[in-house]
């Protein structure tokens, strides 16, 4: 009866140390929406159709619904192990034309996106 008591006494303690770890769980770079780059904005001018903008940037990630002459274009990239970095662009159209561009976030620098390794 003792040597049952010590065995299950062990077992319970060796389960209970086992989940206490000094490891942490795994994270990953959760990148969402459309990436973009200083490059492609520059390129962008006033007067250009929404068609041409759409095929230069791709399609919005956002189109407002009570306004669309409004497009967003939102990347916002959360780092496993650090902060949230986040950038975005707003194309404001008159007359199916480009009139505006609006940035937001820091786009010249360069973003590591995970390579699913």
């Known amino acids: 009866m003792q040597k049952l008591i010590k065995t299950v006494t062990l077992s319970v303690a060796l389960t209970l140390v086992s ?5 942490g769980v795994y994270k990953r ?3 969402q929406g459309n990436l973009v780059e ?6 962008l001018q006033p007067g250009m159709s929404r068609s041409q ?5 791709g399609s919005p990630l956002l189109e407002a619904p009570f306004d669309a002459d409004q497009w967003d274009y939102v990347f ?7 902060g949230v970095e986040q950038r ?4 404001t159209f008159v007359n ?3 009139a505006d561009v609006t940035t937001q976030g820091d786009l010249s620098g360069d973003i590591e996106l995970p390579t699913g390794e």
């Open 76 to 82: 916002r990239l959360d780092k496993a192990y650090g």
């Open 53 to 57: 903008v759409r095929q230069l940037m």
């Open 29 to 31: 770079d959760l990148p």
């Open 38 to 43: 200083q490059s492609v904005v520059e390129r």
């Open 19 to 23: 989940g206490c770890s000094y490891f």
């Open 96 to 98: 199916d034309r480009l």
């Open 88 to 91: 975005r662009v707003t194309l």
